[in-house]
C-alpha cells in the first residue's frame, strides 16, 4: 500500500479488532495524524460512551458519530482514523469513507476479537452486561450482521498481516 500526506485512512472493523492499536502504530510509520473517532466523541460530548447510551440512545450516538466522521473528511487533509465497529454500518458512512479516502478493514477471526474483548466487556455499552457465552455470540451475530458494510472496504486484512508488513517494511513510505 502506498500513502501520501492528504490520504484519508480509514481503519474499520469489529470492536476489538486492532483499530486503534494499529492506527497509532500505522501514524507513527506514516507520519499522518491519529484521530480515533469514539475519543473525539467522548470529548465533544463530555461523557463516556456508556452515558452516551444509556442517557440520549443508540441512534443519537450513531448520529453524532457520522456527524463526526463528516467533519473530519470535509475539513482535514491526511489523517488515519479508527471508526467505531458500527460506523461503516450507519448513515451510508461506508461509501462517504471510500469516496474520500481509503477504507481499510482490520478483519479479525471471532476467536480473536473474543479473546480482546473479555477484559475491555466494562468499558463497552454494546457488552457489559453480557456473560462469556452471550459475548460469543454477540461477535459472531455483529459480524455477521455488518460484514456486508465491511466487504466494501478498499482493502482488507488480518492484523496478524499488518504486522508481517510492519516488520518486511512492505509499506511505502
Known amino acids: 500500500m502506498n500513502f501520501n500526506p492528504t490520504d484519508k485512512i480509514f481503519l474499520i472493523g469489529m470492536m476489538g479488532s ?3 492499536y494499529w492506527g497509532k502504530k500505522l501514524s507513527e510509520i506514516i507520519h499522518l495524524d491519529f484521530i480515533d473517532l469514539d475519543e473525539v466523541l467522548v470529548n465533544e460530548e463530555g461523557r463516556d ?7 440520549s440512545g443508540e441512534q443519537y450516538f450513531r448520529d453524532q458519530e457520522t456527524k463526526i466522521l463528516n467533519r473530519f473528511i470535509l ?7 479508527a471508526t467505531g465497529g458500527g ?3 450507519f448513515n451510508n458512512n ?7 479516502g481509503i477504507t481499510i478493514w482490520l478483519n479479525e477471526s471471532p ?3 473474543f479473546r480482546r474483548l473479555l477484559p475491555e466487556k466494562v468499558h ?12 460469543h455470540d454477540f461477535i459472531l451475530l455483529k459480524l455477521a450482521e455488518r ?3 465491511y466487504r466494501k472496504a478498499k482493502y482488507i486484512i488480518k492484523s496478524t498481516d499488518i504486522a508481517d508488513t510492519f516488520n518486511n517494511n512492505l509499506i511505502s513510505l
Not at 460512551?49 to 442517557?55: A, G, L, R, V, W
Not at 461506508?94 to 469516496?99: E, T
Not at 463497552?124 to 459475548?135: A, D, F, G, Q
Open 75 to 81: 475539513e482535514k487533509k491526511g489523517f488515519i482514523m
Open 49 to 55: 460512551i456508556n452515558k452516551i447510551f444509556q442517557e
Open 111 to 113: 476467536e480473536v476479537i
Open 18 to 20: 486492532g483499530k486503534s
Open 94 to 100: 461506508i461509501s462517504n469513507m471510500n469516496n474520500h
Open 87 to 89: 460506523v461503516p454500518c
Open 147 to 149: 460484514k456486508a458494510y
Open 124 to 135: 463497552r455499552p454494546l457488552i457489559k452486561e453480557l456473560n462469556n457465552e452471550e459475548l
